[in-house]
């Protein structure tokens, strides 16, 4: 077990001295055992190579391959779906603190893994190291607050008070079959282990197809749940285009819920085309993207609210659903709080992530890098003043990658 004062929380994005020394020995034992590695799809027991590959290349520098990943056909997608539901009738007749343990088991392995997990996703995403390894820790807690959940709740199985005269009334939570899990780049460790573990704990079979943008952070956690002890075909990996793969899920019948984080518009269409092509209606659970704002009145601390907004629209290059991407501030203090808003984010380190002191690194890939400019632009036409950034960044080594200043825009 680590102990405490390794913890890094997106909170605090404090972090004890000690783990820098770690994480950049990860970070060279990744590009040594990790990088330039091509990777196979497991469906059920099987190692799948198609034949024909992707490549995942970093965002910080192009030049570095991250590794090379299958391109699934839609006749792999369909097998995946039969070995989930192959393995559904073992898994789910596990009792179910026998699969907690299986789940608490993983978040250990995360624990152990979590440098080179942490250096994976700086590699894939262009993350710094805190954020990084944050994303480990929020996916270690996730795991064992469900373990906790289903132990407080003895597994949803309750006996209820009577329903009438004679009558006896028990709760007992039942699994629904073979679930689909769409993960995104943005947290690609965390959000895919929030899905997979919700569905594995209770019962039910995944078949997990991470974002293209980044497929190893995708197959390290598919290794934590294997090496936990979920069987073969209970998780299933896949990788490559979305296309065929959003056509076998929605119209296969032995798909029994589709859990998916992504775009409005990717995760709208899931919805409409699986429930107008299954023979009855099933679940969808779609977290998809926001414009969340912040409001500054003369109430606040100044400094602390400067700091949070910086944090909250730039950690990351803004690029989560949570990011403030719009600011609200009271007129008795907009000049002051905006002036120290422009002082303050002028003095971010922006460069490469793997870094110590870099606090914010490239936007995802080449389509995220074309829309920032796009955005400024319309802001601009639109009647918006740049204070701040609006440019993407050249030069060494800025030119390798996809680098953008944090730019502030007031109406």
């Known amino acids: 077990m680590s102990s405490p004062g390794q913890k890094v929380t997106y909170v605090t994005l404090f972090a004890d001295p000690s783990i820098h020394p770690k994480y950049e020995e990860a970070l060279q034992r990744v590009r040594d055992e990790y990088l330039g590695r091509s990777y196979p799809m497991h469906i059920g027991e099987r190692e799948v190579r198609t034949g024909e590959e992707f490549e995942d290349r970093s965002p910080i520098d192009t030049s570095v391959l991250v590794a090379r990943f299958q391109k699934a056909r839609r006749e792999h997608v369909r097998q995946a779906i039969e070995e989930a539901n192959r393995a559904f009738e073992e898994w789910s007749g596990m009792d179910w603190r026998e699969r907690v343990k299986v789940m608490e088991r ?73 679930w689909v899990v769409i993960s995104p780049f943005n947290f690609p460790f965390m959000l895919a282990n929030g899905m997979i573990q919700g569905a594995l704990i209770t019962g039910n079979t995944v078949v997990f197809k991470p974002t293209s943008e980044a497929p190893l952070a995708g197959y390290m956690l598919y290794r934590v749940f294997r090496d936990a002890g979920v069987p073969p075909g209970a998780i299933n990996f896949l990788t490559g285009p979305g296309d065929l793969f959003e056509e076998e899920v929605t119209t296969n019948p032995g798909v ?18 699986f429930l107008t092509s299954q023979p009855y209606p099933k679940p969808v659970v779609l977290e998809m993207g926001s414009k969340n704002p912040t409001i500054v009145t003369e109430k606040a601390d100044i400094g602390k609210a400067v700091t949070g907004v910086i944090r909250a629209a730039f950690g990351y290059g803004g690029q989560k659903c949570s990011a403030t991407s719009r600011l609200y501030v009271q007129e008795t203090i907009y000049e002051s709080f905006v002036d120290q808003l422009v002082r303050e984010t002028s003095k971010l380190k922006i460069g490469d992530p793997r870094e110590r002191d870099v606090f914010m690194g490239p936007v995802i890939n080449r389509r995220a890098l074309e829309n920032f400019k796009r955005y400024v632009a319309e802001a601009k036409e639109a009647g918006g003043q740049v204070l701040y950034g609006g440019e993407v960044l050249s030069g060494e080594p800025f030119d390798r990658g996809f680098y953008v200043h944090p730019t502030i825009i007031a109406d």
């Not at 589709?258 to 085309?273: H, K, N, P, Q």
Request: glycine letters at 10%; proline letters at 3%; charged letters at 30%.
């Open 106 to 178: 993983a978040a250990q392995l995360i624990d152990e893994r979590k440098f080179e997990i942490a250096a994976v996703i700086t590699y894939e995403v262009g993350k710094n190291r805190l954020e990084a390894l944050a994303e480990c820790w929020e996916a270690i807690d996730a795991i064992r607050y469900y373990c906790r959940v289903m132990q407080e709740n003895n597994g949803y199985e309750k006996e209820m008070g009577p329903g009438g005269p004679g009558e006896r009334c028990k709760m007992v939570a039942k699994p629904y079959g073979a």
């Open 256 to 273: 029994a819920g589709i859990a998916f984080t992504g775009s409005r518009d990717v995760g709208m269409r899931l919805y409409r085309r």
